[in-house]
């Protein structure tokens, strides 16, 4: 008796998880005429316009804004060095001086020769006018002049090429040669120096494709160094290139001031901060509304309680948020949570 009372106290049970489970079937369940039958319940937002704060910080190296390797232009030994690293030296200063003696004499020759060539064509002009040269005479004279005058400036520059001296104003970094070392002249010169010019310096950097089309020539950046904590220097970018790396990224320079305060030296690595892609007002929906990956993104749609799978173009990610670029308009309904369940043109209840 008993257990005959056990089996009909589960069978009751039973037919009252079956019909709770029937129940809940029909409700979460529809047939409608055109043949959608699964109601799926999700959440959604609409999609809006924020301002997205975007932000990209890149490493880069400083150099400087000119860079010269000082060469001999005629060969010889050196007789004074005027030079040592670490000075400042302005455009034209004289660093070494190579032994001058025969180009000094050959100088003062080709002057003499030109002086008296030049006297001897002025006095067979006034011979000429007077009619007491003929016109191979004077034709003689004036190529002799023009000969003379050649030589001349040979001699003198070869003559000032034994001063070596900057090409721009800078500081020398480097000084390869001593009094005594012997130097060879064009077309295999010897290196005597190196000078940089830091008063303004570059920062050469890469850039990825999408950053590329969004910065421009002239935006402004701020930079910092570690060995300045909490100084920021002003800059600018001074060129993208139109053409990408081998690692499809794209070299961009950037212009600033070298301050006297806090000065920088070429070679040391700084942190850019692009301020220019800050607070721009785009569609952003929430980073969870995405199905799939981000290099193949699509969300569902709610239209008419029907969600509708879409493509969309996505950009730049903001904490929870994620830029869409396109496919997807402002005042939308996004599907947020529940997507994970749905598939294309199924009916949905919106929580």
């Known amino acids: 008796m008993k257990r005959w009372k056990i089996i009909v106290a589960a069978i ?3 037919a009252i998880i079956v019909s709770v489970l029937a129940f809940n079937k029909k409700k979460m369940s529809a047939v409608s005429s055109d043949g959608i039958k ?4 999700v959440s959604v937002e609409k999609a809006s316009k924020k301002y997205l704060s975007e932000t990209l910080s890149l490493v880069g190296t400083i150099y400087a804004n000119n860079d010269v390797n000082i060469f001999a232009e005629a060969a010889g030994k050196i007789t004074a060095v005027f030079v040592k690293v670490g000075e400042y030296k302005s455009a034209g200063t004289v660093l070494f001086q190579i032994d001058d003696e025969l180009r000094k004499a050959a100088y003062m020759s080709a002057e003499a020769n030109f002086e008296k060539a030049k006297k001897d064509y002025e006095r067979l002009q006034s011979l000429y006018q007077q009619r007491s040269a003929t016109d191979a005479q004077l034709d003689q004279a004036k190529l002799g002049a023009v000969l003379a005058e050649a030589q001349f400036i040979i001699a003198k520059r070869q003559l000032e090429d034994t001063k070596i001296k900057t090409p721009i104003s800078g500081i020398i970094t480097a000084s390869y040669v001593n009094v005594g ?3 060879q ?17 570059k920062i050469k950097l890469n850039v990825s494709e999408k950053d590329a089309f969004v910065l421009k020539v002239g935006d402004q950046v701020k930079v910092t160094v570690d060995v300045y904590p909490g100084v920021k220097f002003n800059g600018k970018i001074e060129s993208i290139s139109s053409k990408a790396d081998e690692a499809h990224t794209f070299p961009v320079e950037i212009i600033i001031n070298n301050e006297r305060t806090y000065p920088l030296k070429a070679g040391m690595f700084v942190r850019v901060d692009f301020s220019s892609l800050r607070e721009r007002e785009t569609i952003v929906i929430p980073r969870a509304a995405l199905v799939g990956s981000v290099k193949n993104p699509q969300l569902f749609v709610i239209e008419n309680r029907i969600a509708k799978l879409r493509n969309v173009t996505v950009g730049k990610e903001s904490g929870l948020f994620i830029q869409v670029l396109a496919g997807l308009t402002e005042g939308e309904t996004v599907v947020v949570n529940g997507q994970n369940n749905l598939v294309d043109n199924v009916k949905v209840e919106i929580l």
């Open 181 to 183: 070392s012997m130097l």
């Open 185 to 201: 002249g064009p077309p295999q010169q010897t290196i005597v120096a190196n000078i940089i010019d830091i008063s303004r310096l």
């Open 38 to 41: 699964d109601v799926y319940y």
């Open 12 to 14: 009751v049970v039973l």
